[in-house]
């Protein structure tokens, strides 16, 4: 079971911190991602962390403002998200599935993913 949190209203600018919560597995299981789906709009990637913890992903519109990272002591992984933009507003979900690798470049595409948290909104105003 894969629970997000901490989500929220925000000023453009602002920041918040995700939190993804395993239990029943450890993080040691696979990949743990960060999707968001904003209305009127397929669902997006935006980063993901290796089931090693040492390979991390970030979509381009987030690369440089969002950070990935993991307690495993907590079980749980973390999405710092800075420098938050009005495009940033979504509902973001957790989710853990399989470690992709293509040569040494790293990924987590939705139809690798297992278990689904359901999501916490995320609301960034202007």
């Known amino acids: 079971q894969l629970q997000a949190s901490g989500g929220g209203l925000v000023q453009a600018g602002g920041s918040l911190r995700l939190s993804c919560a395993a239990s029943g597995f450890n993080l040691d299981y696979g990949a743990i991602g960060w999707f968001r789906q904003a209305p009127g709009k397929e669902r997006e990637g935006v980063s993901c962390i290796s089931s090693s913890g040492l390979s991390t992903y970030y979509s381009d519109s987030v690369k440089g403002r969002f950070t990935i990272s993991r307690d495993t002591a907590k079980n749980t992984v973390y999405l710092q998200m800075n420098s938050l933009k009005p495009e940033d507003t979504a509902v973001y979900y957790c989710?853990?599935?399989?470690?992709?690798?293509?040569?040494?470049?790293?990924?987590?595409?939705?139809?690798?993913?297992?278990?689904w948290g359901k999501g916490t909104q995320v609301t960034v105003s202007s």
């Open positions: 989710a853990a599935g399989v470690d992709y690798y293509s040569g040494s470049y790293y990924f987590c595409p939705y139809y690798g993913m297992d278990y």
